[in-house]
């Protein structure tokens, strides 16, 4: 397979979670039973799943705080 890295990577079989371990000290290997099998590796880090989360709500705040410039901004013309 590819160099092996521990954090972040996963590996799926038939959409199932698996193990995979270190090979030949540089390589990732799994064990896989007998048969046609759907293999898929992802690479899915918590800091992706911190930085989605933060750039969505930093979205939201500012999205809140345009809307609320334009409320205010609109009101005071009305006046």
């Known amino acids: 397979s590819e160099v092996y890295?521990?954090?972040?990577?996963?590996v799926y079989?038939?959409?199932?979670?698996?193990?995979?371990?270190?090979?030949?000290?540089?390589?990732?290997?799994?064990?896989?039973?007998?048969?046609?099998?759907?293999?898929i590796w992802k690479f899915e880090p918590?800091?992706?799943?911190?930085?989605?989360?933060?750039?969505?709500?930093a979205s939201i705040v500012i999205l809140l705080l345009l809307a609320f410039a334009a409320f205010v901004t609109f009101r005071n013309k009305k006046q």
């Open 5 to 10: 890295y521990k954090d972040g990577w996963n």
């Open 13 to 39: 079989v038939d959409n199932q979670p698996a193990t995979y371990t270190k090979v030949n000290y540089v390589l990732r290997g799994m064990m896989v039973p007998a048969g046609k099998h759907t293999i």
């Open 46 to 57: 918590k800091s992706k799943t911190l930085g989605a989360s933060i750039t969505t709500a």
